[in-house]
């Protein structure tokens, strides 16, 4: 059974900062490009960030670029966020998923986190 399980969301004041984890089994993590969605309140799922299976390699929405890193873990099955400097407008659902060289997506039910002015 595939499960994709986000933890560490919550509210936080601008400025502050949040770690997300996307803790996955039933598939082989490692063979996976791993990303961070999110969704703001009436508005489309976009990317945040995305890391390559083998890790070095990452790339950013230009909203997040310099204060948000993506980062894995491997040996544990593990996707990170951490979230820097953050602002009202990070305010969304952020979402872990993870695609296969193949195609196949897999994705998590989601972290609130909140941004207070």
């Known amino acids: 059974q595939v499960q994709l399980v986000e933890s560490g969301g919550g509210l936080v004041q601008a400025g502050g900062s949040l770690r997300l984890s996307c803790a996955s089994s039933?598939?082989?993590?490692?063979?996976?490009?791993m990303s961070w969605y999110r969704q703001a309140p009436g508005k489309e799922r976009q990317l945040a960030a995305v890391?390559?299976?083998?890790?070095?390699?990452?790339n950013y929405a230009d909203s997040v670029k310099g204060r948000f890193t993506i980062s894995r873990d491997n040996a544990k099955n593990m996707v990170y966020l951490q979230m820097n400097s953050l602002k009202p407008e990070d305010t969304a659902v952020y979402y872990c998923y993870a695609r296969a060289p193949w195609g196949r997506v897999y994705w998590g039910q989601g972290t609130q986190v909140t941004v207070s002015s």
């Open positions: 890391i390559a299976s083998d890790g070095p390699s990452t």
């Open positions: 039933g598939f082989t993590f490692s063979m996976y490009v």
